[in-house]
């Protein structure tokens, strides 16, 4: 037997505990052991829950417990989290996690110190909810060279960007209303509307894909908070969607990662991913392409990732287990002035010929007009490198929007 506990009973630590309780015997038998939990650690009382039995308010008992083998850290945040999970790494416990921004911001210190104590530190719930990217990049993708990995990382911005598409001119604080009553968005939405989320998570992707720590804060981000639906209405015209990609790609400049909106036509494995859902697509040498899909957030599909954490660290209890982000120094991402790539470019209708002599003076402009939107027209730009339109932007002045073509 080998004894755990858990570290926060919300919505994901109620699943877990859920999780481990009524799938007990094929936990067990996959873990090679059985698994009981002995702590739960929450500040709140819950009076007829089963958690009763064994909830505490008190971190010590978890801490200076030396029956308790492995840690479920699922409080959020990087205060108490973060202090909480260091001591148990520190106690010789092993630590699965939940925890993006925790993982971000210290994952390689807790890492070394998992090192330094003969644990692991485990953290698949932190990147696509119930998608099993972390292990299939650590454990079946590892005859291959990485060189790619795209994804929708983000539930929140994904759903929001799906009612728009779906529902003809609704706007986005409308839908961003709509996420937040059905529980899909934060009361402070900042964090997935802007970009910070999937960037926190295409950082560790990147970081085990590529062996040396990435900073989530070296990468260019740019959310959905300026999407239209008029940006939407252009989009679908082409039979294009809109979609908030994460993106991390070895060139022979070097690693270039981003978090933005993007154009994707029907033929993108990414294109049809609605909803909630996440998606990962990874390009290796050997692989070729391949893609991961599951639910993105949610009690149990992010619980059943920290549950096969757990039985991760019972079946490798006292030895460690292997991981790609290995390297302790930081790996400097490339500059991304020198992608090209089309963009979509809605303007006045007044500003053509100003337009066409800017972004096209050797040719002519492909333009797209709506019915409805008399006073604004859109073009395609030729192929542009970031800073070449950057330059040409300034030239031209004032644009009502712009997004990329993947």
């Not at 505990?17 to 090679?32: C, D, P, Q, T, Y």
């Not at 292997?322 to 209708?349: M, P």
């Not at 797209?368 to 339109?389: N, Q, R, W, Y």
């Amino acid at each position: 037997m080998i004894k755990a506990a858990i570290l926060g009973y919300g919505t994901v630590g109620s699943g877990v505990f859920n999780v481990i309780k009524e799938n007990s015997e094929l936990i067990n038998s996959r873990a090679g052991q059985e698994i009981e939990i002995k702590h739960v650690l929450d500040l709140r009382k819950f009076p007829g829950d089963p958690v009763e039995s064994v909830l505490t308010d008190n971190f010590e008992d978890i801490a200076d417990d030396p029956e308790v083998k492995i840690v479920v850290e699922v409080m959020g945040g990087i205060g108490a989290a973060y202090e909480f999970t260091k001591r148990c790494l520190e106690e010789g416990k092993n630590v699965c996690t939940s925890n993006k921004e925790l993982v971000a911001e210290h994952g390689l210190e807790l890492m070394r110190i998992a090192r330094e104590n003969d644990v692991n530190y485990f953290f698949e719930a932190s990147c696509g909810g119930g998608i099993p990217i972390i292990r299939a990049l650590n454990d079946c993708l590892t005859a291959d060279d990485i060189d790619q990995i795209t994804g929708i990382l983000n539930g929140t911005t994904n759903f929001i960007l799906t009612e728009m598409t779906q529902n003809d001119g609704v706007s986005f604080s409308k839908v961003l209303k709509q996420a937040q009553a059905n529980g899909f968005a934060e009361r402070d939405p900042s964090a997935d509307i802007d970009g910070y989320d999937p960037a926190r998570k295409i950082a560790i992707l990147s970081s085990i894909i590529f062996g040396s720590s990435v900073d989530y804060k070296d990468i260019y981000t740019e959310g959905i908070r300026k999407i239209s639906a008029e940006d939407i209405k252009y989009a679908s015209t082409m039979g294009y969607a809109v979609k908030l990609l994460a993106e991390a790609k070895k060139t022979g400049d070097g690693v270039r990662a981003y978090v933005a909106p993007f154009l994707l036509d029907q033929n993108h494995p990414l294109y049809s991913i609605n909803g909630v859902m996440n998606a990962v697509y990874v390009h290796g040498n050997m692989l070729g392409d391949a893609v991961f899909t599951g639910a993105g957030a949610g009690s149990l599909p992010t619980a059943s990732a920290v549950v096969a954490d757990v039985i991760d660290a019972a079946r490798h209890d006292g030895k460690r287990a292997y991981c790609g982000w290995r390297h302790d120094e930081k790996l400097a991402l490339a500059s991304n002035d020198g992608i090209k790539r089309r963009y979509l470019v809605r303007i006045y209708t007044e500003d053509q010929g100003k337009a066409n002599s800017v972004f096209a003076p050797d040719g002519f402009l492909d333009t797209i007009s709506i019915g409805d939107l008399e006073e604004e027209v859109a073009f395609i730009t030729p192929e542009l490198s970031e800073k070449d339109f950057e330059t040409k932007e300034k030239a031209f002045g004032k644009i009502i929007s712009r997004i990329r073509f993947y």
